[in-house]
């Protein structure tokens, strides 16, 4: 059953603009990452964040996590046409990842 | 390039055919996994293989049938699948238990069921 969920479903912004995007989630968790699907493709991890971490950083991304609210955010700071992707929040339950509906990002030249 | 295969990359089939769809992964991972992506749905994850064991089946219709024979192939065997099976199907991998470690995504079959 879906466990993460994101939001928003949407976004569009100007090229050089950050994208923020935030994943809500139910139960508790190991970890939590987050992918990064350019369309009819396979998914690519972007980062894995554990449940006793608040922040983790790679390259233009930057993934804070609170746990207390059951939630996480992923920013991509000035971002590109090549970020124009449909992006998932992932959790994972009983050895499992469950994925989120995910949020489709373009950006505009 | 992810180190995950997958073949064919696109399938057609009527519903009273029989196909398979193929995974390889070259990384030395220990477990993998099918899912399905249907529009506007999340992933859905149908079958898991950790050491070559099936450890999760979730509710998925005896019309698909996963075989692992070793670690790094993994095969879903479909046979009179129904116009709704149409989705595109993702082979993943990863190092260690499922859900502790990042999965590594073939690009997929895009399958579509006439």
């Known amino acids: 059953s879906q466990q993460g969920e994101e939001d928003p479903q949407a976004l569009s912004i100007q090229e050089g603009e950050n994208a923020t995007m935030n994943c809500s989630y139910k139960?508790?968790?190991?970890?939590l990452q987050w992918y990064r699907q350019n369309s009819g493709r396979g998914l690519v991890h972007l980062i894995l964040?554990?449940?006793?971490?608040r922040e983790k950083h790679s390259g233009r991304l930057r993934v804070t996590l609170d746990t207390s609210k059951k939630s996480s955010s992923l920013l991509i700071t000035a971002s590109r046409a090549a970020d124009t992707a449909s992006y998932f929040c992932a959790t994972d339950r009983d050895y499992k990842l469950s994925f989120g509906a995910g949020t489709t990002v373009t950006v505009r030249a | 390039e992810t180190g995950v295969t997958q073949t064919p990359r696109h399938l057609v089939m009527g519903m009273t055919n029989k196909k398979s769809l193929k995974c390889e992964q070259h990384?030395?991972?220990?477990?993998m996994y099918w899912y399905k992506q249907s529009a506007k749905k999340p992933l859905e994850l149908m079958f898991v293989?950790?050491?070559?064991?099936?450890?999760e089946n979730n509710s998925v219709p005896s019309r698909f049938s996963p075989e692992c024979p070793n670690s790094s192939h993994l095969f879903l065997h479909l046979h009179t699948l129904q116009p709704e099976d149409s989705a595109l199907y993702l082979c993943?991998?990863?190092?260690?238990?499922?859900?502790?470690?990042?999965?590594?995504f073939g690009p997929g079959t895009r399958l579509t069921v006439t």
């Open positions: 964040i554990r449940s006793n971490e």
């Open positions: 990384l030395g991972h220990n477990a």
């Open positions: 993943a991998s990863s190092q260690g238990p499922p859900g502790s470690y990042e999965q590594y």
């Open positions: 139960t508790s968790i190991n970890n």
């Open positions: 293989y950790s050491l070559e064991e099936r450890v």
